[in-house]
Structures are given as structure tokens and as C-alpha cells.
């Protein structure tokens, strides 16, 4: 009878032993499931955020371009208008071109009209015054590597972006270097398409009164033809020979636009044809973090 307790305690010992260690087990695979849901939720959230953030920065900059582009509209206004004046009554047929004049002003006019409407709306939609905090020039870094990173991906394309920063300061117009950057990139990315083992090199520096980005990549290069030129609106090599169709992207005379008017700043090029190029942005410090 005792062989037989001690026995049945050394098998309750065991199934103890078994149903603690199942239970560990079982936590501890609740726990990984539970922590890897989150994860891939985390990652998920991020991946909208950033994506919000870079949609939301191709928004802002349509909205100062066109902001720009109603300026220019009311000038062409103005000077409609003080032709109708000048022709009335002078040169023979001057009230027909006058009044033709003073119908392309009016027209003008409508079209400024309804493009104020939409800059107003959107403007209001995506208003960085009120509760828009800035953002860290590395987390700007990490926004637009992540971005390019995931259409390098859904190209199905073997592209290694690395990144050097040594800038750490807040950016309160950070939308509009969100899309200086990742328009650059892009190019990169265009630039290394077809090149094996394709590098794009990103490096930030600080200097006194500066902020220095470098963008390089082992792609194509520009001719010297093209780089006289690659600034210049309207310019573009992207563009589908079927079709004819342009690229639709900031273009880099937009890109310059930014730099120069928002930053203080201005880019340069740098290329060896089918070796390197590497876009050289300067960024005045001051006006970078006001």
C-alpha cells in the first residue's frame, strides 16, 4: 500500500511538472501571438501614417504651386485689363480687341476664382497652424526611405537605400521636405533601375549655418547637355514615347522652386554619365527650423 502512495505521488509529481510546463507553454505562445498581432498592427499604423504624411505633403505643395499660379493669374489679369484700356478708341478695330481683351480678363478672373476655392478648401483640410507640431529631421529621413522602400518593393526591384544622418533638429515645414526628398530619391530610383547591384546613398550633415544633403547613386548619370537644362520648368526626359505622356512628379525645377523660396537654399548636380550622380541640397539652418 505505501509502494503504492508513494507511487501515485511521484505521478502526480510528473503530471504537475507536465501541466506547469503545457501551461508556460501556452502563455508564453499566447503572449508571442499576442505581441507579434501587435507588431504587425504597429507596423501597419506606421505604414499609414507615413503614407498620410507623404500624400499630405504632394497635397501642400500642389497647394503652393497653384497658390503661385493664381498670383500669376491675377498679373495676366491686370495687364488683360490695361490693354482694353490702351486699345480703346486708338488703332482701327481697337474697341473689337479691347473688348476681346477685357473678355480674357473676365475669364481669367472666373478661373482664379475657382481656384481659390479649392486652395481655400484644402488649405483649411490640411492647415499645418493649428495642432501640426514639427517633426525631427530623422524621422523625416525614416518617412521618406520607408515610402521609397515600398515602391522599390512593389517594382519587384533589388535597390539598397542607406542612410547617414548627423542632423537631429525640428522641422516645422517638414511636408515641404518630405517632397523635396522623395522626389530626389525617386529620381535615384529611376536613375538605378537597371543597374545590378543598385546603390543610393543618402548623407545629411550640419554644418554652422547649414544643412547639407547629399543624394547619390551608381545609376545612369546626366550628359552634360542635360545638365544645363535639367532645372529649367517644363524640362523633363520622363515622358512615355507612345503616348507622349510627361511624368507627373515635382519635377525638379519645382524641387528648386522649394528649396530656394521655403529654405533659402539652393541644389546642385554632380554626374559622371553612366557612372554617378549626386544631387547636392543646401539648406539654410535657420529658415529650416522656423
Known amino acids: 500500500m505505501e509502494g503504492f502512495t508513494n507511487y501515485s505521488y ?3 509529481q ?13 502563455s508564453i505562445t499566447s503572449f508571442l501571438y499576442h505581441y507579434f498581432n501587435l507588431m504587425l498592427s504597429k507596423d501597419s499604423h506606421e505604414r499609414r501614417y507615413y503614407h498620410f504624411v507623404w500624400i499630405a505633403a504632394s497635397v501642400k505643395n500642389e497647394l503652393y504651386f497653384m ?15 490695361l490693354l482694353n484700356k490702351n486699345l480703346q478708341g486708338k488703332i482701327e478695330n481697337g474697341n473689337k480687341h479691347s473688348t476681346t481683351a477685357l473678355q480674357i480678363a473676365l475669364d481669367i478672373h472666373d478661373i482664379k476664382k475657382d481656384s481659390q476655392n479649392i486652395v481655400q478648401i484644402l488649405t483649411n483640410y490640411f492647415n499645418d497652424s493649428e495642432g501640426t507640431k514639427p517633426m525631427k529631421f530623422s524621422e523625416i529621413l525614416r518617412i521618406v526611405t520607408r515610402y521609397s522602400q515600398e515602391k522599390i518593393h512593389e517594382r519587384h526591384s533589388n535597390i539598397l537605400i542607406s542612410t547617414h ?3 537631429e533638429m525640428l ?7 518630405v517632397s523635396v526628398l522623395s522626389s530626389l530619391i525617386f529620381n535615384s530610383i529611376d536613375a538605378v533601375k537597371n543597374i545590378p547591384e543598385a ?16 543624394i547619390i547613386d551608381n545609376g545612369s548619370g546626366v550628359d552634360d547637355e542635360i545638365k544645363e537644362l535639367i532645372f529649367h520648368p517644363g524640362f523633363t526626359t520622363k515622358y512615355n514615347k507612345k503616348t507622349g505622356d510627361t511624368y507627373r512628379g515635382l519635377g525638379l525645377s519645382r524641387v528648386q ?6 529654405f533659402g537654399g539652393d541644389i546642385e548636380i554632380q554626374s559622371t554619365f553612366k557612372q554617378e550622380t549626386n544631387f547636392k541640397v543646401i539648406l539654410n539652418k535657420q529658415l529650416l527650423s522656423e
Open 10 to 12: 511521484r505521478l502526480f
Open 14 to 26: 510528473i503530471l504537475f511538472l507536465i501541466a506547469l510546463i503545457r501551461s508556460l507553454l501556452g
Open 67 to 81: 497658390q503661385k499660379n493664381i498670383d500669376a493669374m491675377e498679373k495676366i489679369m491686370k495687364k488683360a485689363y
Open 171 to 177: 522641422v516645422p515645414k517638414y511636408f515641404y521636405l
Open 165 to 167: 544622418n548627423h542632423v
Open 257 to 262: 522652386a522649394i528649396i530656394k523660396e521655403q
Open 199 to 214: 546603390n543610393i546613398t543618402i548623407l545629411c550633415q550640419e554644418e554652422s549655418k547649414e544643412i547639407i544633403i547629399n
